[in-house]
Every structure is written in C-alpha cells, then in structure tokens.
C-alpha cells in the first residue's frame, strides 16, 4: 500500500511561484511512475504532468509546458512539482498519483492510476 501526501498549495497572485510536494509513506514508490493531475471546480481531473521512476524523463500537458517542473527522489520518497509563472487558469486541487503503468500512460487520463493524494488547493489570484 502506497499513502501519498501533497504539500505546499497556497494563495498566490498570477505571476508568482509555488513549489508542490507529495511524499509516501508505507510501501516505497520507486518502481511507479508518478504524475499531477488537477480539478479545478465544475471540471473533471486532468493530467499536469508526470515522470517515470528513472527520472529519466518528463511530460506536461501543453498549457504548462515551460513553466511548470516536475522531479523526484527516490532515496526520499518525495516528488515535487515547481509551479513558476502561475496563472488564474491553473486555480486547481492538485493531485499526487502513482502508476505501475509507464508516465507516458499517465498523460492520457486517469484510468491506470493505482494512488491518489488528497490533495492541495492552488489558488491564483488575477
């Protein structure tokens, strides 16, 4: 069993930074790809961006490419999601999730994710 928790969602206005973290604990998640998704209200939850164990790559959805970052550390369980430039439009809960599938599966939806976070509330103020 993998429990996944996100941190670092906020207020901001548009233009600033934030940095999301989503740590495991219980079994490790080295071996899952590892992805954000986001809802904003009324929306149904779309893929962010993902990143396979290796590390070795990344994807984005295109409306945050170039802007938004994503990483992990395996020794530490930990996988983060730097948000630079953020937009009134990027106002979402954020979601950690993980996959036995590859981080390529993760960019077409929601279907082959194995965990999910609670996930943190980001707010962009214009």
């Known amino acids: 069993q993998v429990q996944l928790v996100e941190s670092g969602g906020g207020l901001v206005r548009a233009g600033d930074s934030l940095r999301l973290s989503c740590t495991s604990s219980g079994r490790t998640f080295t071996y899952y790809a590892m992805g954000w998704f986001r809802q904003a209200p009324g929306k149904e939850r779309e893929f962010v961006a993902a990143?396979?164990?290796?590390?070795?790559?990344?994807y984005y959805t295109d409306s945050v490419k170039g802007r938004f970052t994503i990483s992990r550390d395996n020794a530490k369980n930990t996988m983060l999601l730097q948000m630079n430039g953020l937009k009134p439009e990027d106002t979402a809960v954020y979601y950690c999730?993980?996959?036995?599938?590859?981080?390529?599966?993760?960019?077409?939806?929601?279907?082959?994710?194995?965990?999910w976070g609670k996930g943190t509330l980001v707010t962009v103020s214009s």
């Open positions: 990143i396979p164990w290796t590390g070795a790559s990344t």
């Open positions: 999730a993980a996959s036995r599938n590859t981080a390529q599966t993760m960019t077409k939806g929601t279907r082959d994710i194995d965990y």
